[in-house]
């Protein structure tokens, strides 16, 4: 069984930052991935960024070059980095790690809010 912890969510002002981690703990014998979605009510749930287990990272176009994931193999965590917020990046961010061989694990969520 894999647990996912998120933290770092909250309230900030247009153009500030924010730092999500997310970190995964259980029986876990290689990451293949992890990353973010968001999600809005009304909306469709969206990828925001992902990142493997070899470091390739992937991220949604409005959030290129504002936001970075990264990811500490040995911790078994994952960080997204989120710069020049705007409130349209105002969403519950979820974690979700994929591990060989299962189906993704998600965490909790986390709301993140950014006031204009």
């Known amino acids: 069984q894999v647990q996912l912890v998120e933290s770092g969510g909250g309230l900030v002002q247009a153009g500030g930052s924010l730092r999500l981690s997310c970190a995964a703990s259980g029986i876990i014998l290689s990451i293949k991935a992890m990353g973010w979605y968001r999600q809005t009510p009304g909306k469709q749930r969206e990828s925001v960024a992902s990142?493997?287990?070899?470091?390739?990272?992937n991220y949604e176009d409005s959030v290129k070059g504002r936001f970075t994931i990264a990811m500490d193999n040995a911790k078994n965590t994952a960080y997204l980095l989120m710069n020049t917020l705007k409130p349209e990046d105002t969403a519950v961010y979820l974690c979700?790690?994929?591990?060989?061989?299962?189906?993704?694990?998600w965490g909790q969520g986390t709301q993140v809010t950014v006031s204009s």
């Open positions: 990142i493997t287990g070899g470091g390739n990272t």
């Open positions: 979700y790690v994929v591990v060989w061989g299962s189906p993704p694990y």
